[in-house]
Nanobody, 121 residues
Framework: QVRLVEFGGGLVQPGGSLRLSCAAS????????MDWYRQAPGKQRELVAG??????????RYVDSVKGRFTISRDNAKNTVYLQMNSLKPDDTAVYYC????????????WGQGTQVTVSS
């Protein structure tokens, strides 16, 4: 059974930081590209950051609105992907989801249940 479980969401003041984690089980983690998405109320889900499966070095990508503030990383030994979020803004408020996508057969994809991030004073 495949499971992706996100941790680390919460309430933070503007300018603060949070670190999200997504622990995967039931898959060969190193074969999956990992992405973080978010969905704010009334908005479509958007890709925030992604990291490739690696094997010689993982490539990363970010949506423009988080470049320089968010950092995605992965630990294949722990089957976990992280999203370090700094200088948080109210516009970052959303439910954050992790997604695992097989690096060859990208129709094979799994989602976590999401974790709420609220940035407010």
């Amino acid at each position: 059974q495949v499971r992706l479980v996100e941790f680390g969401g919460g309430l933070v003041q503007p300018g603060g930081s949070l670190r999200l984690s997504c622990a995967a089980s039931g898959i060969v983690f190193s074969l999956y590209d990992m992405d973080w998405y978010r969905q704010a109320p009334g908005k479509q889900r958007e890709l925030v950051a992604g990291i490739s499966s690696g094997g010689g070095g993982s490539s990363v990508r970010y949506v423009d609105s988080v470049k320089g503030r968010f950092t995605i990383s992965r630990d294949n030994a722990k089957n976990t992907v992280y999203l370090q979020m700094n200088s948080l803004k109210p516009d970052d408020t959303a439910v954050y989801y992790c997604n695992a996508r097989h690096r060859i057969s990208d129709s094979v994809s799994y989602w976590g249940q999401g974790t709420q991030v609220t940035v407010s004073s």
